[in-house]
């Protein structure tokens, strides 16, 4: 377990498969998913969470579940994708699934919480993330968190009949130290 302020994150249960496919089948929060908007199988979710665990067996991914602290609600996943023990990089991905509990600040801890995760334990040294461009609320959020503009992919993204850029980020590790006074 890996513990936050307000949240925990766990290694995924496949018990919660039906609610992960429920939000991500939901155009309220799939709405900026890179993951697109075509419905998601039992069978394609069932798959995801075998890539998930092979994955985590080879290093090259870790995927957890962000739950509450308070009242231990399960409420999204969040995880590292393309893990280079090599290169010591990986990328950030997050998706808080409960309506009700977006706009709380529980995304910004488990991220936080992520990249310490991704520094501390894993060794990393440059960690990205990026959002398609529209998304305001990942436009404010991943700066605040100490993330910088590392460039963008022009129309690259192709989402409700249009195509839009992919906007990048990064921190390197001694980025991550220095906004926290180490």
């Known amino acids: ?30 709405r900026w998913m890179l993951s697109g908007h075509i419905p998601v199988s039992r069978q394609a ?4 969470y ?18 509450t602290l308070d009242g231990d609600r399960y409420i999204g996943n ?10 010591r990089t990986g990328e ?8 009700a509990e977006q706009g709380k600040g529980y995304g910004a801890d488990a991220i936080r919480t992520l990249l310490r995760f991704a520094f501390d334990t ?6 990205h993330i990026s959002y398609i461009e529209g998304n305001e609320r990942a436009a404010h959020l991943y700066p ?3 993330f910088s503009h590392a ?19 990064d921190m390197t590790e001694a980025e991550w130290r220095e906004q926290r006074g180490k």
Do not use: Q
Request: hydrophobic content about 45%; some cysteine.
């Open 92 to 99: 950030v991905g997050i998706v808080i699934g409960e309506l």
């Open 144 to 146: 605040k968190l100490g």
């Open 45 to 48: 979710e069932e798959a995801f």
């Open 1 to 30: 377990m890996l513990r936050g302020e307000r949240i925990y994150l766990t290694p995924l249960d496949v018990a919660n498969a039906e609610t992960a496919r429920a939000w991500i089948n939901d155009p309220e929060i799939n």
């Open 151 to 169: 460039g963008r992919f022009r129309e690259h993204v192709f989402l409700a009949g249009a195509y839009h850029d992919l906007v990048m980020l």
């Open 122 to 127: 894993l060794g990393l040294h440059t960690v």
């Open 78 to 87: 969040c995880g590292l994708d393309g893990v280079s023990l090599v290169h």
């Open 50 to 67: 075998e890539a998930v665990e092979r994955n985590a067996a080879a290093g090259t991914g870790h995927v957890f579940e962000v739950r």
